[in-house]
């Protein structure tokens, strides 16, 4: 049993790219068996059209299978459309919040590596992920990431990485989302539950 299926309390999101998912920009997610999808391509977002969040817990597990895989998980942006794909996600970028994925932190304006505001756990360009808590390429970890008010938070596997508590401008309620990065990047997520609080 999944340390993610002792919450009673949480409501599982299912994790089938055709149950309730659209895809905005390029790429895909593939279902690859056992509750499991994986990003390909990009970039793109798969994101859950029923529903959107306003204050919540969301949890989920993720891995990466090589070092250079990038993804985020994406909380509180607007309806993204479908027709434009070089423009759809964009405003998921421009308008919410992104939870990063990435343990080389890199920063692709300054081309360099290491950046804390782009390392896994990361409030992406907002909040540093204060240490690098990602278990090794291949193995699972768990996201609890915390939306209450203007107060974000994030845990990785159990350890705090990232908090942003300032009013930026974006909205307090939303969609969620699954980003994928680029081709070559495979990150496969599964067991996404939600509490709203």
């Known amino acids: 049993m999944s340390d ?3 919450f009673a309390d949480f409501i599982s999101v299912p994790m089938e790219p055709s149950d309730g998912w659209a895809m905005a920009g390029h790429g895909r997610f593939n279902a690859i068996g056992d509750g499991v ?14 529903e959107t969040f306003a204050d919540f817990i ?3 597990e993720w891995r990466a299978s090589s070092i250079e895989d990038n993804s985020g998980i994406f909380l509180r942006f607007p309806a993204l459309g479908t027709d434009d794909p070089d423009r759809d996600w964009r405003r998921a970028v421009t308008d919410g919040y992104e939870v990063q994925i990435d ?8 081309g360099a590596f ?11 360009r907002l909040a540093p992920a204060t240490v690098l808590a990602s278990r ?5 970890n768990g996201f609890e990431i915390t939306a209450l008010g203007l107060d974000l938070s994030v845990l990785l596997n159990g350890t705090p990485v990232a908090r942003f508590d300032r009013d930026v401008g974006r909205p307090r309620s ?13 990150v496969q997520f599964r067991n996404m539950r939600v509490r709203r609080l």
């Open 136 to 140: 090794p390429i291949g193995e699972w």
């Open 37 to 50: 999808i994986e990003s390909e391509g990009g970039p793109g977002l798969l994101w859950y059209r029923p």
């Open 4 to 6: 993610l299926d002792r």
């Open 114 to 124: 290491g950046s804390p505001l782009h390392r896994t756990g990361a409030i992406y």
């Open 103 to 110: 343990d080389r932190g890199h920063d692709p304006e300054a």
């Open 58 to 60: 969301l949890r989920v």
């Open 174 to 186: 939303g969609h969620i989302g699954l980003q994928n990065h680029h081709a070559g990047s495979r």
